[in-house]
């Protein structure tokens, strides 16, 4: 904690001790510093006060004036004033009789079924009928009851009878997420939580009220009824889905995971996550999950052993010999990417590795050797700096899709603090929107050109900062044009990933051109380090190939065998292109989780343990470790790292590293590169082109829920992911004769999908999404962002793999579909 000036400090009196607190401080947190809670409903550090419950009444017998109040008054909403005498339950019979009496009202229609409710067992109702309550009821009558539960969306069941209406859930979705989709509706006595006609409280972070409800009225459709609190053990991990780094609390039983909640991390997610990481964990536990090796025989997979997989693929990588690619993924672990990066240096003698399943380009490699690896947490942007920041710039990044944590820091830092926003993008999200971001109209592709001239409309300043997406990478002289932007302003900059273990690859060295510790292949002194810490003879000195480099020289028999973790042909720029390599590619190696396109054109197929049965280390965005903590324990599965060391072992190398603790303090040790680094290209910003009359600029990003396989097993998750939908300008549309589905073409492919006219697009471009389930851009286009495409009225109703769910509409009135609630 600051330290505080002396003269911002106040003097009060709470249960006879005498406590300094800071100015403004609510009399309900000076209590919790003396170690004196008070009981509460509708308190949450994190929300503004509202005093609705009134469960926290104290009595204040000086006002710091000499005069007793006259009654007694909430502590959640009074702030603390010089020489105040205060006394809560503990110390005052006034103060327990107030509290007792708003227990028992509370409890006049709340249903006596904790026996069944999700909540009992951690509810504070219960704790505080048992502190503060009477033993005995007064009420002889009929309790309210209510049809149950009401589904306020397919994740989140409503009880109505057992709201206390301390309006915890409604003022997170105003107040942190923005989604203004749930509210108190009617009064007095049928007051109750309800949501919008026809409009479900389908927010990316609708789990959190089920975490921060008091009483149980809230719960979630696919834990409801499944364990008794008292029966789960928790256990503190990271998330595995974005780069964010969120604080889990894992609940289980039996070895089985139960549920997932936030984790209570200041530093980093505070005590909130999105519904992916809330609800997204059963993917890897369907039929699918391969729990045994897997070798190919007459054209067919079979089971295996491990001693007959590791000599089948030892055989087959030795026939292969330096002509080897080896395509990890962005969410292995610090530790599996380190193990991924010395098997390819030290036991195939190659530098053809790279993590990046994804659209990238030979600038992005040099900008992260150069900008984002070897940073310490020191050095880099930080959640902290957000909320401290003179301005942020976002650049092919959309938080809220991205990054929600980043998304919710940057929402607070303008509700509290007026954090100027500035987006480059082809228009103004929700997501966006509800940053108070100021669009900053640009066609993709133009990204360079428009950050080389944005000096006269922004004004970042040297405590400014400039958030580059990965997406960036893609988009020509982007990357560069954002480090000539920090330079002429002073802004920091940050690189936010969307995968987990991306920044961890970085340090690592999973790149074709990086060694650990942000090294660079190519300077003869940083091979000797390396060559030194790992006691090797010699290093490959030759630059490798980036991962679409891998797949089309695989395609063309130059690359001879494949190396592939946790990666599907969707993830890149030309799934096409990814399955040609996959499928010419002499011999393939795959280690997953589950049956997947590429174990189906795999040679040996590794099993490996999902994400709560290993340890390690993820980096997120800022650099700063998250650790991975083993929730339940796995029969025979095992990690990456174990699976390459018995693979370098067959080929008589030995790496050193036998478990994730050494692999980890080998990094540790081998430490940051402190030489000259390769500076990044310069790109120039590349030139515009002139749309015809009949082709359209494509803008296409992810969004957090959709086809991704991370997101499998659960139905209610997906229900709540956003509706594609085609979005264009009122001038692109008018030229198209603004119909209600429209097709999206290139070559003779087609997407047909509602229309959806966006009052901020750039004219000229059409947003889709990339990969939405059935409507896949990149699966069924094989087009990226800033490429060319066809827009014209569909000529049938049938939508190419789906009918179409909605008509045209105006995005200044539109309910939530793709980004978000109502700003």
């Not at 749930?182 to 972070?205: C, H, K, M, T, W």
Request: glycine fraction near 8%.
């Amino acid at each position: 904690m600051a330290q505080m000036d002396p003269a911002d400090l106040i003097s009060v009196t709470i249960d006879g001790v005498e406590v300094r607190v800071p100015k403004g401080t609510l009399i309900i947190r000076a209590a919790e510093m003396i170690g004196h809670p008070v009981p509460r409903f509708c308190d949450h550090p994190l929300l503004d006060p509202i005093g609705a419950c009134r469960q926290c009444l104290v009595e204040i017998t000086d006002d710091g004036r000499g005069r007793p109040m006259p009654k007694p008054q909430a502590s959640c909403t009074t702030t603390v004033m010089p020489g105040q005498v205060i006394k809560t339950q503990a110390a005052s019979a006034v103060a327990a009789k107030a509290q007792s009496g708003i227990n028992e009202f509370l409890l006049i229609n709340h249903p006596l079924d904790c026996p069944i409710c999700d909540k009992g067992g951690e509810c504070p109702l219960q704790n505080q009928a048992m502190m503060v309550g009477s033993g005995d009821t007064r009420f002889s009558d009929v309790k309210r009851t209510y049809p149950k539960p009401i589904p306020i969306s397919a994740e989140i069941l409503l009880d109505r009878e057992r709201c206390v209406l301390c309006s915890r859930c409604t003022r997170f979705a105003d107040q942190i997420a923005g989604d203004h989709l749930i509210d108190l509706a009617e009064r007095g006595a049928v007051e109750q939580v309800s949501i919008f006609r026809e409009q479900p409280f389908n927010s990316y972070f609708s789990g959190n009220v089920i975490q921060i409800c008091p009483v149980g009225a809230l719960t979630s459709t696919a834990y409801r009824f499944r364990a008794r609190p008292f029966d789960l053990v928790s256990t503190t991990t990271t998330c595995e889905h974005c780069a964010a780094g969120c604080e889990l609390r894992v609940d289980h039983r039996r070895n089985d995971v139960m549920r997932r909640y936030a984790g209570d991390d200041p530093d980093v997610n505070e005590e909130w996550n999105c519904d992916k990481g809330r609800f997204a964990f059963v993917s890897g536990r369907g039929d699918d999950r391969l729990t045994h090796p897997l070798i190919r025989e007459d054209g067919a997979l079979r089971p295996a052993s491990w001693p007959e997989a590791i000599n089948a693929a030892v055989a087959g990588l030795r026939a292969a010999g330096s002509s080897v690619g080896l395509l990890p993924g962005g969410r292995v672990t610090v530790e599996d990417a380190y193990a991924w990066s010395k098997f390819a240096r030290v036991a195939l003698g190659t530098n053809n590795v790279d993590f990046r399943s994804r659209p990238h380009s030979a600038e992005e490699t040099a900008f992260l050797g150069s900008a984002v690896a070897g940073r310490s947490l020191a050095e880099s942007v930080t959640y902290a700096d957000l909320e401290k920041a003179s301005g942020a710039l976002l650049v092919g990044f959309e938080p809220e899709e991205e990054s929600p944590i980043v998304f919710l820091r940057l929402r607070k830092a303008w509700l509290k603090k007026h954090l100027p926003v500035w987006t480059v993008a082809p228009f103004l999200s929700n997501g966006a929107a509800k940053t108070g971001a100021t669009l900053l109209a640009t066609v993709p592709g133009e990204e360079a050109a428009r950050l080389d001239t944005l000096d006269a409309e922004v004004d970042l300043g040297s405590a400014g900062i400039i958030l580059v997406g990965e997406r960036a990478g893609a988009d020509a002289g982007a990357l560069s044009a954002a480090l000539r932007l920090a330079q002429r302003t002073g802004a920091r900059l940050a690189w936010i990933p969307r995968r987990a273990g991306e920044r961890g690859a970085v340090e690592a060295g999973l790149l074709p051109t990086l060694l650990p510790g942000g090294r660079p292949v190519a300077d003869p002194a940083a091979r000797v380090d390396v060559r030194a810490a790992w006691e090797v003879a010699a290093l490959p000195t030759e630059t490798g190939l980036d991962a679409d480099a891998i797949l089309a020289a695989a395609a063309e028999g130059t690359v001879r065998a494949l190396v592939v973790g946790g990666v599907e042909p969707t993830d890149f720029a030309s799934p096409a292109a990814a399955r040609r390599g996959l499928e010419n590619a002499g011999f393939v190696i795959s280690l997953e989780q589950r049956l997947s396109e590429v174990t189906e054109r795999a040679d040996v197929v590794f099993p490996v343990s999902l994400f709560e049965e290993r340890r390690g280390t993820f980096l997120d965005w800022e650099g700063r470790e998250r650790p991975v903590a083993q929730v339940v324990t796995p029969s025979s599965l095992v990690d990456d790292l174990r699976i390459l060391v018995a693979l370098a072992d067959g080929l008589g190398v030995d790496l050193g590293i036998r478990d994730t603790d050494a692999a980890k303090a080998e990094l540790d040790q081998l430490g940051s590169w402190e030489g000259e680094r390769v500076a990044a290209p310069a790109v120039p910003a590349p030139a515009a082109g002139e749309p015809t009359a009949d082709q359209f600029v494509l803008a296409t990003w992810r969004t957090l829920l959709d086809a991704g396989r991370g997101q499998d097993g659960e139905p209610q998750l997906a229900e709540t992911a956003p509706a594609a939908v085609a979005r264009v300008s009122a001038a692109t549309a008018a030229l198209i004769g603004t119909p209600q589905t429209v097709s999206v073409r290139a070559g003779d492919a087609e997407l047909r999908l509602p229309l959806v006219v966006e009052a901020t697009m750039a004219d000229g471009v059409v947003w889709v999404p990339r990969n939405a389930p059935a409507l896949s851009v990149a699966e069924h286009l094989d087009v990226t962002a800033g490429d060319r495409v066809g827009l014209a009225a569909a000529t049938t109703e049938a939508a190419g793999s789906g009918e179409p769910t909605a008509g045209i509409e105006d995005s200044t009135a539109r309910s939530r579909d793709s980004f978000g609630g109502m700003a």
